[in-house]
C-alpha cells in the first residue's frame, strides 16, 4: 500500500503539522477519497469479518465512518444468496408496503442506511428477517479522526486500528 501513501502524497502536498496546522484532517480526508476509488474487490480483502443478520438482529448500527461493499440476503437456507441493492429513504418506504409496485421480495431485497440525525446510521433490510433467514453486510472502515499513526510527526494514517493492516518497519502502512 506504498502507493496509497504515494497518492496521498501527491493530494496533499508538502504537508506537515507546521505548515497545515490541521495535517490530520488533510490525511484523512485524502486517504477517504483514494479509499472511495478502489475497486470493492481490492477492499474485500482489508476487511473486518462481515456482520451477520437474522431475525433476532435485523438491522446493524454503523460503528462510524464506514463503506458499505455489499449486503446480501438468504432466505432460509435453502434459496440462493441474493445481492440487497440500496435505494433512498422514499423508496425503501415505498419497500415495505406490500400494496407497491417497489415492494422487497426474497428476490428483489432492498436496504438502506436511516440517519437519525444524531450522527449514527442505521442500516435496514427488506423484506425483513423472519425464520432462518440470513444476510450479512460486508464493510470497510475509513480511518477515524482520534485515531493516528504518526512517523516523523507526519500522519500516515491509522490502518492498524481501522483496517487491521500492519505498518512496515519503515513506517509505510502495508496491507498485511
Known amino acids: 500500500m ?57 438491522t446493524w448500527q454503523l460503528p462510524g465512518e464506514v463503506k458499505i461493499l455489499g449486503v446480501y440476503r438468504k432466505e432460509e437456507n435453502t434459496e440462493p444468496t441474493k445481492e440487497a441493492k ?3 429513504k422514499i423508496t425503501f ?3 415495505g408496503d406490500t400494496n407497491s409496485l417497489y415492494h422487497a421480495t426474497k428476490n428483489s431485497p432492498v436496504y438502506n442506511l436511516d440517519n437519525s440525525g444524531d450522527h449514527t446510521s442505521i442500516l435496514k433490510v427488506l423484506p425483513d428477517f423472519n425464520g432462518s433467514d440470513t444476510g450479512e453486510i460486508y464493510f470497510f472502515n475509513y480511518p477515524i479522526e482520534k485515531e493516528r499513526l504518526h512517523v516523523n510527526n507526519i500522519y500516515q494514517g491509522d490502518f492498524v486500528v481501522s483496517t487491521g493492516w500492519n505498518v512496515a518497519a519503515s513506517g ?3 496491507a498485511s
Request: hydrophobic fraction near 40%; glycine fraction near 4%.
Open 172 to 174: 509505510v502502512s502495508v
Open 2 to 58: 506504498g502507493l496509497m501513501l504515494n497518492r496521498v502524497n501527491e493530494l496533499i502536498g508538502d504537508a506537515s503539522a507546521t505548515t497545515h496546522p490541521d495535517v490530520n484532517n488533510l490525511y484523512s480526508s485524502a486517504i477517504s477519497e483514494i479509499i472511495n476509488h478502489l475497486p470493492e474487490e481490492e477492499l474485500l480483502g482489508h476487511s473486518p469479518e462481515p456482520i451477520s443478520l437474522s431475525a433476532s438482529l435485523k
Open 86 to 88: 440500496e435505494v433512498s
Open 93 to 95: 418506504d415505498s419497500a
